[in-house]
Every structure is written in C-alpha cells, then in structure tokens.
C-alpha cells in the first residue's frame, strides 16, 4: 500500500498568518493528490484535487502544489473559518489512502 | 444541489450484521463511482471500496474484504453498504463520496455513526 506521510500532526498559527502542511507519498502517484479540511462533528470538505486544482466553492487562499513525491497545501491568510483538521488522500492505486491528519488551531 | 442522504446511526450487537443506505440527488447516479470511508474515533479515515452504480463493479480495500459488501439500486439511485460481523473495531462513522475526476471525493454524506455493542 502507498504510504502518506502527512507533517505536521498540529499546528498552531495566527490569523492571517501563512500556514503550509505537506504529505510525503512512498512512491509516484503523479496529481492523483486531494486535499479535504474537516470541522469538529462535520464530513470532510474537498479543497484541492488533481495536487494542485482548486475545488469549487473553495476560497482562493488555498493552494496545492507538487514537488517529486512532495506535495502541500498552503493557506495563503489564515482565518477563522480554517480551524480544522486537514487530510491528504492518494487515488493513484488502490486502496487509496489518507495522511493521518493535521491539526489546525487558532494562536 | 448534489447531496447524499446517509441513514440513521445504529447500534447493533456483536456478531450482528448492519446494512446502511447513501441516496444520491441532483446529478445523474450512474455517471459516478461511489466510495465509503471509515473514521474511527477521533482518528483519521481509511477508504473501504468503491462501486460504480452503472455497472455495479466494485474495488475493495483488501482489509475491508469480506468485511464490507457494496450494493446500489439504480431505481431509487441509492448505494449500501452492509457490514457483517460486527466487532467493537467496527463502532465508527462511515461515510458515503462521490468521486469525480482524478479520483477526489467531492461530495461526502453526512455519515452513520455505527456502534457495536451488547
């Protein structure tokens, strides 16, 4: 199975502040990279796809990008609305599989 | 709008079998593959299978084989999935996807939370 190796675990950050999380594949899975940000009691939400696409609805401050097997998700000014936890998915082979997650709070 | 309707959470006994339903509305349901995620407590996700409603062809995590069985009605355009043998590492929420291009999920259900207990 592809292993993601999501960094950091948590992440404490200000508002406004610049904040990048990034998840490590254990081999190639070219843009098959989506990024998904879910709020305490509530389903995940589709922020990036294809590593660097961004979803509809989603605000602009959010971004992915791709480095070799790299690949991160930036905020560009943190808000409020962002506090959650955040998760990397591969779809390149199955079973597809999850960073473990990063935790983001409010300074 | 697109939406997907989970059914009610369960509490159900050790050994038992439990069988949830995810109804699609707002896009054509046979154009999508469906998937269903795991989230253990306070833990991250683990995808379980895909089935792709046109066809009925399914893929499974390897895991959940044997665990998990993936079924659609394409009259009523719903998906389920039914867990058998049911342990206390089943109690989760589970939640139905759509999947679109470059396989992300862009529609999530509003998840069953699945408790196994006597």
């Known amino acids: 199975d592809i292993q993601m190796t999501q960094s950091p675990a948590s992440l404490s950050a200000s508002l406004e502040e610049i904040v990048t999380i990034t998840c490590q594949a254990s081999q190639d899975i070219g843009n098959w990279l989506s990024w998904y940000q879910q709020k305490p009691g509530k389903s995940p939400q589709l922020l990036i796809y294809g590593a660097t696409s961004l979803a509809d609805g989603v605000p602009s401050r959010f971004s992915g990008s791709r480095s070799g097997t790299q690949y991160s998700l930036k905020i560009s000014r943190l808000q409020v609305e962002d506090i959650g936890i955040y998760y990397c998915l591969q779809a390149y082979s199955a079973p597809y599989t999850f960073g473990a997650g990063t935790k983001l709070e409010l300074k | 709008q697109v939406k997907l309707l989970q059914s009610g959470a369960a509490l159900v006994k050790p050994g038992a079998s439990v069988k949830m339903s995810c109804k699609a509305s707002?896009?054509?349901?046979?154009?999508?593959?469906v998937s269903w995620v795991k989230q253990s407590h306070g833990k991250s996700l683990e995808w379980i299978g895909e089935i792709y409603p046109n066809s009925g062809a399914t893929n499974f995590n390897e895991k959940f084989k044997g665990k998990a069985t993936l079924t659609v009605d394409k009259s009523t355009s719903t998906a389920y999935m039914e867990l058998s043998r049911l342990t206390s590492e089943d109690s989760a929420i589970y939640y139905c996807?759509?999947?679109?291009?470059?396989?992300?999920?862009?529609?999530w259900g509003q998840g069953v939370m699945v408790t196994v207990s006597s």
């Open positions: 996807t759509r999947i679109i291009r470059g396989r992300a999920f862009d529609y």
């Open positions: 707002g896009y054509t349901f046979t154009d999508y593959w």
